[in-house]
């Protein structure tokens, strides 16, 4: 039977390697789209300045240089802010499904059957501690959040739907670009239709957003392991 060295040796150990990839190596190419972009913008500079000259000057206006450079900047930039999110989303909602796969491995473990929507069913658990008191598995601290991931799951995975409402409920930030979170502009953001998500459009989470439901996660295990030893 599943017991807490194998939730640590094994579920805790995936969940840690499958952010240790994202964090390290996926993430990193996609986390400043600015500063990127201000790059590409540079180096166009960089390169027309540096090229041969005719007799009478340079061949190219520096003002017409100047804004193709700008252009150049721009069209990098809205690419890499759409890549920016497309690849958070996603590996958002890969958080949750792998958190699920477990769960469900856990409970065809103590059951004998796999269910057909794990995380339900672990929301349905009354677990007894060492002292045989009755523990239900939504009053863990972190269930809130670990249900805040499942519904950025469904919504990254479905867009419009249930899930989406439920979440506009629950936190509706991540329907608006995180510059304009605390601003005036926050207001026209977050009633739209969603479409796309997986292009980055409608669901924005950030790397903190991620970085707290991996956090859930991994608390879920340690606590589940405190319960039932």
């Not at 994202?22 to 960089?46: H, M």
């Not at 890969?94 to 069913?121: I, M, N, S, Y």
């Amino acid at each position: 039977m599943i017991r807490a060295d194998y939730i640590t040796g094994v579920f805790m150990t995936h969940i840690k390697q499958f952010d240790k990839m994202f964090s390290e190596t996926v993430f990193p190419p996609f986390a400043d789209p600015e500063a990127q972009a201000n790059k590409v913008a540079q180096d166009y500079w960089d390169q027309k300045m540096s090229e041969p000259c005719g007799p009478d000057g340079p061949d190219d206006d520096p003002g017409n240089i100047a804004d193709d450079a700008h252009q150049n900047s721009i069209d990098f930039y809205e690419t890499m802010f759409a890549m920016h999110h497309t690849v958070v989303n996603l590996f958002t909602a890969g958080v949750f499904h792998l958190f699920e796969q477990q769960v469900g491995t856990l409970l065809e473990d103590w059951t004998g059957k796999r269910p057909k929507f794990p995380f339900d069913e672990l929301g349905k658990l009354t677990l007894k501690d060492a002292a045989g008191n009755s523990i239900a598995v939504t009053s863990a601290p972190m269930w809130a959040k670990l249900d805040e991931l499942r519904l950025v799951a469904n919504v990254v995975k479905h867009a419009e739907g249930d899930s989406a409402n439920k979440l506009r409920a629950v936190n509706d930030a991540h329907f608006k670009l995180p510059s304009v979170r605390g601003t005036e502009l926050e207001k026209w953001f977050g009633d739209r239709m969603l479409g796309e998500p997986l292009t980055g459009e409608g669901v924005y989470v950030t790397k903190g957003d991620y970085d707290a439901f991996v956090a859930a996660v991994i608390d879920c295990w340690n606590w589940l392991m405190g319960v039932i030893g």
